[in-house]
């Protein structure tokens, strides 16, 4: 079936550090959303992209969404503990019928 | 307050037991879905409905099942049949999207833990 593929699976980082996770169709997205999932809780929905070539911010967050809309990135600067989870993008695609697609996600650790 | 209640919060199952997860929504949200959660798998994703007395199947829907006979309300069995129950299962909501265009987020709920006894 349809995949989207998030890269890396893990990541520690010292306080301080940037931090960046990559996200991978094989197939044009309609759109990309990303959650983040804290230790023991439930994933909360960060942002939405929808058009090629998209960047957004939310202060130390940078969302981006690929020219071709294929592909997705989410850039951590100047990483803080609260920034601790597990962080999932979620792919829509253009078919009747057809729910979102999570990425296995990124588990970011971060060391003060 | 809106949001999304699962109960229970954990739920022990016996060899050959079906056991009924719930979940109630109050956001007046069209469409829901049930996702298992694994370490390291991410969200798979179960059944959804977009609208009462009508789902989908999702990924991973052999061994469960589902209703939605209410707006508010669609409860998962874990089935006998399911025979690797043992994982967290995550409720969600949100309005309903268009084909065409843009999904709406997702709101989830706090999850049910399900272990075999």
């Known amino acids: 079936g349809q995949q989207v593929m998030q890269i890396p699976q893990y990541q520690h980082v010292q306080e301080g550090e940037d931090f960046t996770t990559y996200c991978n169709s094989s197939?044009?997205?309609?759109?990309i959303q990303w959650y983040k999932q804290r230790p023991g809780g439930h994933p909360v929905f960060l942002i939405q992209?929808?058009?090629?070539?998209e960047v957004k911010k939310q202060k130390r967050l940078t969302f981006q969404f690929g020219e071709a809309k294929k592909n997705s990135s989410l850039h951590i600067t100047a990483t803080q503990t609260t920034d601790v989870g597990t962080y999932f993008c979620?792919?829509?695609?253009?078919?009747?019928?057809?729910?979102?697609?999570f990425g296995k996600g990124t588990t970011l650790s971060v060391s003060s | 307050d809106g949001g999304i209640t699962q109960s229970p919060k954990y739920l022990f199952r016996k060899e050959g037991q079906n056991v009924t997860l719930s979940c109630e929504q109050n956001l007046n949200h069209d469409a829901m879905y049930w996702y298992r959660q694994d370490p390291g798998q991410g969200l798979r994703l179960i059944y959804y409905s977009q609208i009462v007395n009508d789902f989908q199947k999702g990924d991973i829907a052999e061994g469960y099942s589902v209703s939605r006979e209410k707006k508010e309300s669609f409860p998962l069995t874990v089935t006998s049949a399911q025979k690797n129950p043992t994982a967290f299962y995550l409720c969600?909501?949100?309005?309903?999207?268009?084909?065409?265009?843009?999904?709406?987020?997702?709101?989830f709920g706090d999850g049910t833990r399900l272990s075999i006894l």
């Open positions: 979620a792919g829509f695609l253009i078919q009747a019928g057809t729910a979102l697609i």
């Open positions: 969600a909501s949100s309005p309903k999207g268009t084909v065409s265009g843009p999904n709406q987020p997702q709101h």
């Open positions: 197939t044009t997205l309609s759109n």
């Open positions: 992209l929808v058009k090629s070539g």
